[in-house]
């Protein structure tokens, strides 16, 4: 594909008023990099960026001041919209998969039992206590607990709020942090 969709440039382009293909090019980038649909995005961002602009919404509600034709201001919500979908998403498998926790993160026991039958990691396997490390560093990056829960701070960042209370009601997140 040379560029974005027709219905891209439209959304980013007219909804959102970006003023150059080529930040409608980037909006487009950065959606296929978050795993974002890009109309569903203009859509959304739009709206957003009109409610604040009639005062709908506020500068408390989305973190910072957005407006129509300024880059940044999309940037800013896609991260916020990928930020909220990666914590919605996880929070839904905590609620609903009984003893959920760092155990279901862990890749198959072939990759730390099976070396590697070619290339440049011919023999190779990954440690157990590789993948624990990584899963750590990665559960820090997404403000999750060593369990892979988000914690009450990543929660309310987001937006999630009511999802908070919800878990502390269910014991899966403790009231006290």
């Known amino acids: 594909m040379e560029g974005p969709e027709y219905e891209t440039i439209a959304l980013f382009g007219g909804n959102c008023v970006l003023k150059t293909i080529e930040e409608v090019a980037y909006a487009n980038y950065l959606c296929d990099e978050l795993g974002i649909d890009t109309i569903s ?5 739009g ?9 709908i919404l506020t500068h408390d509600d ?4 957005i407006d129509f034709s300024d880059l940044d201001s999309v940037v800013y919500l896609l991260n916020k919209i990928s930020g909220r979908i990666w914590q919605l998403t996880r929070a839904f498998s905590v ?8 155990h279901l993160d862990f890749p198959p026991a072939r990759l ?6 070619d290339g440049p990691n011919q023999g190779h396997v990954l440690s157990k206590e ?5 899963l750590t560093w990665y559960y820090t990056a997404r403000g999750w607990n060593e369990n892979g829960i988000p914690t009450r701070e990543t929660l309310i960042s987001a937006g999630l709020a009511e999802v908070v209370e919800a878990f502390e009601k269910r014991g899966l997140l403790k009231a006290d942090g």
Not at 47 to 55: A, L, P, R, S
């Open 47 to 55: 709206w957003v960026i009109e409610c604040f602009q009639t005062g």
């Open 62 to 65: 989305i973190g910072r001041a």
């Open 41 to 45: 995005a203009g859509v959304v961002i």
């Open 130 to 134: 590789d993948i624990h490390n990584l």
């Open 95 to 102: 609620r609903e998969i009984n003893g959920f926790g760092r």
């Open 112 to 117: 730390t039992e099976e070396p590697i039958a």
